[in-house]
Nanobody, 114 residues
């Protein structure tokens, strides 16, 4: 399984971005997909996950501002981010679980700054 993330960039506080992650390769059996992030000097943390049936889970810090979704026909998971804050600045990584294995994308940088 290969994961290609895109959509990061520089945005002002209060702005919006949408991240996308396309899965390719042997994608049969992929279950939960999600987004994690790692800020400078900090550990990687969960942002949001979505099951194959659409059930979602969010970190408390992003509830009400971020929305995760997936299009199984396009093998793509999205992260819509609104109301961005400077503390959201991080490298965002796409993740997919398949039969007990975890797969990671290369990361996309989100910088929230004025």
């Amino acid at each position: 399984v290969q994961l290609q993330a895109s959509g990061g960039g520089l945005v002002q506080p209060g702005g919006s971005l949408r991240l996308s992650c396309v899965a390719s390769g042997n994608i049969f059996g992929i279950g939960v997909m999600g987004w994690y992030r790692q800020a400078p000097g900090k550990q990687r943390e969960l942002v949001a996950t979505i099951g194959s049936g659409g059930s979602t889970n969010y970190a408390d810090s992003v509830k009400g501002r971020f929305t995760i979704s997936r299009d199984n026909a396009k093998n793509t998971v999205y992260l819509q981010m609104i109301g961005l804050k400077p503390e959201d600045t991080a490298v965002y990584y796409c993740n997919a679980g398949k039969w007990g294995n975890q797969y990671w994308g290369q990361g996309t940088l989100v910088t929230v700054s004025s």
